[in-house]
């Protein structure tokens, strides 16, 4: 049989909300959830926005273009 129990750690031991009878020796398999991880530092996107229009005077796009045809004898 296998089942799944809610629990907590109090510092010493774990502790399951639910009884369950276990014989000694039981294997067990315990899985820790809401480890706490490290914060990632965010990239603020809103700082690159608009960057294009410094470099091109032009459309992107009509700026691809002009690039093609000025390539082509």
Known sequence: ???????????KQIVMEENIDLTKGQEVIVTILD???KEKKKVDLKQYVGRGEKM???DAQE???EL??????
């Open 56 to 58: 091109f005077h032009t």
């Open 1 to 11: 049989m296998l089942a799944a129990v809610k629990g907590y750690y109090d510092g």
């Open 63 to 65: 700026y691809v273009r």
């Open 68 to 73: 093609r045809v000025d390539d082509r004898m």
């Open 35 to 37: 480890m706490k991880r």
